[in-house]
Each structure stands twice: as structure tokens, then as C-alpha cells.
Antibody
């Protein structure tokens, strides 16, 4: 079974750093793009960026470029999303998801989500 | 601001048919890029419902169907059931943004 399992919920203070993870299993991790999607409380899905674990080719949405860093460690089938200095506005649920084999295709499956709460 | 626009909400009685629209433009749906649909039940992660405009993954009931015409796509739910109450999102590719884009989302309420 193809599965993405994300790290647990985090509570942080403004200005702190954070790295959340997404571990893939049941497929060849290096051969599929992994995307990150933000969902702020009560809001819709926002595409943040995507990484190809095979060669770490990474693309960002302009809205998130410079605000987060996406990386991957193919030796342990894990992708990461990190912040160097969190803001209260980063409070959201973050999902990782696997892109289909087509660059123009769909996302499936999805991780269970990591809730990030930033509050002083 | 999303480039794919959906109605904020639709509702219907059990057993009825509802349709959700996803309106794009020439760099995305109008350019011929496929549209995919996701279902998000309350408190859970999105789940793929329809891929490549009108294909259902294994396990998705045939009550759900998709179509595309011009710069819009549509998700139809027939025989509406209480468990269909959820948020629904469309997704496509936008050539001007060079990335995937999601719709604004539609909340389906079963009356």
C-alpha cells in the first residue's frame, strides 16, 4: 500500500525554527514528486511547493518562496518542510502528497497532515 | 487568490443530484489540462475522488462523476447521501504559473 506518514503536531513560539517530515512507503520514493499543501484554519488548499527526491529538484509557489524550505533525504524515503523563523500566520495544517507520474496530474495519496500552531 | 473558482456552497436533499462547477481560464482548464477532484471530510486529509476529468479511483462510488467543457469542469453527485457532506476541491495545471493550482473549494451540505 502506498502511504505517506507525517510527523506529529507542533506548538511553537514566533521566531522559532521547525522542520516537519513526511515518510513515504510502498513505492519507489525517488521516482515521484512530493508536494506540500497548506490549509489555514477554515480555509482552502494552497499549493506551496514540490520536490523530486531522486535529484532534489525543487519548485516553490511564489507565495512561499523564501518563506519555507523543502528538502528530501532519499536514503530514508522522507521529505521535509522547514521554517527558520515562524510567524503566527504560519499556523495551519500542512499536508504532503505524492504527485502522479504526469507533471500535469493529480495528487494521491495524501499524508494525514501536521498541525502547526505558532503562538506566544 | 486561486485561479480556479468554485461556488462556496451547494446543498441538496438525500437522494438528489448536485453539481459543483470549477471555472478556470485559458492558461489552465481552457488550455486542455486535465481536472482532478478531491473530497475532504471534516477533520481529515483530502482524498482523490476523480482524476483526469472523469475517472474514478478504485473504491469511489459511481455516484460521483466528472466532466469538462471549455474553461470549466464539473463534479456531479447523484443519489446524495449524508456521508457526502464534505468539502470538495478541483485541481488542474496552470501554464502561466507553471504549477498545479487548486480550486477555492465547495462545501456540500445534505439537507
Amino acid at each position: 500500500e502506498v502511504q505517506l506518514v507525517q510527523s506529529g503536531a507542533e506548538v511553537k513560539k514566533p521566531g522559532e525554527s521547525l522542520k516537519i517530515s513526511c515518510k513515504g512507503s510502498g513505492y519507489s520514493f525517488t521516482n515521484y514528486w512530493i508536494g506540500w499543501v497548506r490549509q489555514m484554519p477554515g480555509k482552502g488548499l494552497e499549493w506551496m511547493g514540490i520536490i523530486y527526491p531522486g535529484d532534489s529538484d525543487t519548485r516553490y509557489s511564489p507565495s512561499f518562496q523564501g518563506q519555507v524550505t523543502i528538502s528530501a533525504d532519499k536514503s530514508i524515503n522522507t521529505a521535509y518542510l522547514q521554517w527558520s523563523s515562524l510567524k503566527a500566520s504560519d499556523t495551519a495544517m500542512y499536508y504532503c502528497t505524492r504527485k502522479s507520474s504526469s507533471w500535469y496530474g493529480w495528487f494521491d495519496p495524501w499524508g494525514q497532515g501536521t498541525l502547526v500552531t505558532v503562538s506566544s | 487568490q486561486s485561479v480556479l473558482t468554485q461556488p462556496p456552497s451547494v446543498s441538496g436533499a438525500p437522494g438528489q443530484r448536485v453539481t459543483i462547477s470549477c471555472t478556470g481560464s485559458s492558461p489552465n482548464i481552457g488550455a486542455g489540462y486535465d481536472v482532478h477532484w478531491y473530497l475532504q471530510l471534516p477533520g481529515t486529509a483530502p482524498k482523490l475522488l476523480i482524476f483526469d476529468n472523469n475517472n474514478r479511483p478504485s473504491g469511489v462510488p459511481d455516484r460521483f462523476s466528472g466532466s469538462k467543457s471549455g474553461t470549466s469542469a464539473f463534479l456531479a453527485i447523484t443519489g446524495l447521501q449524508a456521508e457526502d457532506e464534505a468539502d470538495y476541491y478541483c485541481q488542474s495545471y496552470d501554464s502561466s504559473l507553471s504549477r498545479s493550482v487548486f480550486g477555492t473549494g465547495t462545501k456540500v451540505t445534505v439537507l
